[in-house]
C-alpha cells in the first residue's frame, strides 16, 4: 500500500467509526444557507447554460456523483439536466440514508427547504416535481473509494442488499462532487492524486463540476473532529493545469462562526477534460 493509500485510508476509517449522517444534517444542513444557496445556483447554472453540456445529446448524458454523502440535492439540480445518475459514497451508513430518500421512506432525512429553493430557482411552484425527477433519474447508489485505484471499483467495502455496481469501463459526460475531495485527502499531493484517479473516469470532452470549501483545515461533527487539506484558488487552478476552466467563482464566508468549520470562503468550479 502506497504512502498516499495509506494516509486516505486513516481518514476513511476516522469516518467509518464516528460519522453520523443523521448529526451531520442536523448540523450543516437545517436550512439553505447562503453557501448552500451559492452551490445550488452554480450546479443550476451549469446544468440548464452551460454550453459545452447542453451540446452532448441527452440519452448520452451520463453523471456521476462523486462521495454524495447522506445528501441528495445536489444531483436534484443536476437532474434537469439527465436521467442517468450515479451515485456514490465510501460509508455504507451514507449510502443507506439515500436510499431510504429515494424510496421515500418516513424515516428519510428531511430535504424539502432545500428542494423548495431548488423549485424557486426553476420557475416551479413546489419542490415536489423537482423531488419526483430527481428519484426517477438516480439510477444506482454505490460504494466508492478515493484511495482505490478504480474509485468505483473500491476492495474492502459492503454493498446494500441487491446493489448495482457500474461497469469497470464506465465513462462519464459529467462528475460532479461537493464538499469532499478536500476531506477525503489531507495533503495537497493526495488531493492531486485523487483528483487524477478521479478524472479518468471522465470521457474525453466531458466536465469536472466541485464545489467545496476554501482555507478549510477541519470541520466537527459532535465530538468528532474531520480534518481537510487547506485549498486556495490557485492550489485548484494548479491541480487542474491540464483542463480547460469553464466558470470558477468564489464566495467569501457567509455563515456564522457557529457552523463549526474555519473555512474562510467557498467555490464552485467547471472544468473540461
Aim: charged share 25%; proline share 7%; glycine share 6%.
Amino acid at each position: 500500500m502506497s504512502d498516499f493509500e495509506s494516509r486516505v485510508r486513516w481518514l476513511t476509517d476516522q469516518y467509518t467509526f464516528s460519522f453520523d449522517p443523521k448529526t451531520y444534517h442536523a448540523t450543516y444542513y437545517s436550512e439553505p444557507d447562503d453557501e448552500v444557496k451559492f452551490f445550488l445556483e452554480g450546479f443550476h447554472r451549469v446544468f440548464t447554460q452551460e454550453p459545452t453540456l447542453m451540446s452532448r445529446p441527452p440519452r448520452q448524458r451520463r453523471l456521476l456523483e462523486f462521495g454524495s454523502g447522506p445528501v441528495p440535492i445536489y444531483v436534484a439540480a443536476a437532474s434537469v439536466y439527465t436521467s442517468s445518475i450515479t451515485m456514490s459514497d465510501v460509508l455504507d451508513s451514507n449510502r443507506q440514508e439515500l436510499q431510504n430518500w429515494l424510496a421515500g421512506a418516513e424515516a428519510a432525512l428531511e430535504w424539502t427547504p432545500f428542494l423548495e429553493y431548488l423549485a424557486e430557482l426553476e420557475g416551479h411552484r413546489s419542490g415536489l416535481a423537482v423531488e419526483e425527477r430527481t428519484r426517477k433519474a438516480v439510477q444506482m447508489v454505490v460504494p466508492c473509494d478515493g484511495a482505490a485505484a478504480r474509485p468505483l471499483q473500491p476492495g474492502g467495502t459492503t454493498e446494500l442488499p441487491g446493489a448495482l455496481r457500474p461497469p469497470a469501463t464506465q465513462l462519464y459526460d459529467v462528475i460532479m462532487s461537493t464538499l469532499c475531495l478536500e476531506f477525503a485527502s489531507s495533503t495537497l499531493e493526495d488531493f492531486r492524486e485523487m483528483l487524477r484517479r478521479l478524472l479518468e473516469l471522465v470521457r474525453p470532452g466531458g466536465c469536472l463540476v466541485l464545489a467545496g470549501a476554501l482555507g478549510n483545515t477541519y470541520y466537527q461533527l459532535g465530538r468528532s473532529r474531520y480534518p481537510s487539506v487547506r485549498l486556495s484558488p490557485e492550489d485548484l487552478k494548479a491541480a487542474l493545469k491540464d483542463l480547460l476552466i469553464l466558470d470558477f467563482r468564489v464566495l467569501k464566508r457567509q455563515t456564522s462562526k457557529e457552523k463549526p468549520a474555519d473555512h474562510d470562503a467557498v467555490f464552485f468550479l467547471v472544468a473540461q477534460k
